[in-house]
Nanobody
Framework: QVQLVESEGGLVQAGGSLRLSCAASGRTFSTYHMGWFRQPPGKEREFVAAVTWSGGSTYYADSVKGRFIISRDNAKNTVYLQMNSLEPEDTAVYYC?????????????????????WGQGTQVTVSS
């Protein structure tokens, strides 16, 4: 069992930066692949970024590639999402998620149903 708690989001101007963090409970955090998803107003929840249990490989949605960076610190049971060059289209509720799936992350990282645990979500609003 893993409990995930995202940091507070916030209101940022377009072009600005924001870092989200997600703290996990439990001593098995390092065995979970981790992901970030977001849900824009009136839209479905969508994949943003994912990182393998070791932190060795990362994956990104095309819409955030080159602007967002996912990372993790297994010693602190925390995963991060550094968001740069923010755009109004990045406005959404952001969720972190954990998966215990043993298959290579490269095969399924964007599939919501493969993630077992979810945080409560945090609002990020980007003003133009």
């Amino acid at each position: 069992q893993v409990q995930l708690v995202e940091s507070e989001g916030g209101l940022v101007q377009a072009g600005g930066s924001l870092r989200l963090s997600c703290a996990a409970s439990g001593r098995t955090f390092s065995t979970y692949h981790m992901g970030w998803f977001r849900q824009p107003p009136g839209k479905e929840r969508e994949f943003v970024a994912a990182v393998t249990w070791s932190g060795g490989s990362t994956y990104y949605a095309d819409s955030v590639k080159g602007r967002f960076i996912i990372s993790r610190d297994n010693a602190k049971n925390t995963v991060y999402l550094q968001m740069n060059s923010l755009e109004p289209e990045d406005t959404a509720v952001y969720y972190c998620a954990a998966s215990s799936i043993r298959l290579p992350l490269s095969l399924w990282y964007a599939q919501r149903h493969q993630y077992d645990y979810w945080g409560q979500g945090t609002q990020v609003t980007v003003s133009s």
